[in-house]
């Protein structure tokens, strides 16, 4: 059913004060955490290669070693999908509405529906990190996980053990991050943290952990050296309002992978109908979010 004259009824009378209901939206956080590419696929598909590893010690007369394992790994596929929303208002109560400013037919929020919308989809990425999604594919286990598969190896980016965001678990976390990504050869690779992600929740954990010259917590004339090891985090903090966990915390690395695909930007469209009068308005995208590089991200998910 349209829009009629009885959702509106009191717009149809003089004597309101002001008609409420739109509110100052949150600014975009997703363009902060995803790296946006345009595409003209229906399906995606990035390929991991295998380099060449370590070099080889030679003796003297000996033979050269060689290595023809280099090749393709693993694929991650990324397929968009279709947001759309419409709505469809009466010509009288287009005609009768006598506060046509503040509640205008042809806009009564679908940019703002479908802002909100694409920040779910693009931090569910994250949210549902721990579950393996095969419509993915990639190496075979989930965004984060402890064992992230290499040749001969595993790497990890989560820890073995789900921990609360405090200085040692971050310190922790910014090591493993040099430390432990490696390539597909078993070569470190220059991996940094660049940026510390959480709820809203945990701002104000993320504010003493990052915004303190001495250590954070303690009576200590010690420096923090969270602003310094393996290169700090250039990029501090950022709070999200659509991570649904308010326990999880998350490095986002100097590594690209999380990725935000547009197949058709955001557009819209109405018209009248020729039968009703009715106006029809319709929005109507095609993206998606999802991920080709672990190394990305490093993330925790403890439950208290």
Do not use: C
Request: proline fraction near 5%; hydrophobic fraction near 35%.
């Amino acid at each position: 059913m349209p829009v009629n004259l009885a959702a509106i009824k009191d717009l149809l009378l003089p004597g309101l004060r002001g008609v409420e209901g739109k509110y100052e939206q949150i600014p975009s956080q997703y363009d902060k955490v995803f790296t946006k590419f345009d595409s003209k696929m229906a399906l995606e598909r990035t390929a991991e290669m295998r380099y060449l590893p370590l070099a080889q010690l030679k003796t003297e007369g000996g033979q050269t070693q060689f290595d023809n394992n280099a090749g393709e790994r693993y694929v991650y596929n990324q397929e968009h999908i279709e947001i759309a929303l419409g709505y469809a208002i009466t010509r009288k109560a287009i005609d009768d509405n006598l506060y046509k400013t503040q509640f205008h037919p042809s806009n009564l929020g679908l940019r703002e529906s479908f802002h909100q919308t694409k920040e779910i989809y693009g931090f569910n990425v994250l949210n549902q990190g721990q579950t393996y999604n095969s419509a993915v594919g990639g190496d075979g286990v989930a965004l984060f996980s402890t064992a992230h598969p290499i040749d001969g190896s595993t790497y990890a980016n989560t820890p073995t053990v789900q921990v609360d965001l405090n200085e040692a678990t971050l310190l922790n976390g910014m090591v493993a991050v040099r430390t432990n990504f490696l390539d597909q050869a078993g070569l470190k690779t220059f991996a940094r943290a660049r940026k510390l992600l959480g709820p809203p929740q945990l701002e104000p954990t993320m504010i003493r952990l990052t915004k303190t010259e001495l250590r954070p917590g303690t009576s200590d004339n010690d420096v923090n050296a969270i602003l310094m090891t393996a290169g700090g985090l250039p990029e501090g903090y950022m709070v999200s309002d659509f991570l649904t966990s308010q326990f999880a915390w998350f490095l986002l690395t100097n590594i690209q992978g999380l990725n935000y695909m547009e197949r058709i930007p955001y557009e819209t469209d109405m018209q009248v109908d020729f039968v009703t009068d009715n106006l029809l308005v319709k929005a109507y995208e095609r993206y998606s979010f999802s991920y080709s590089n672990p190394r990305s991200a490093y993330g925790s998910f403890p439950t208290s």
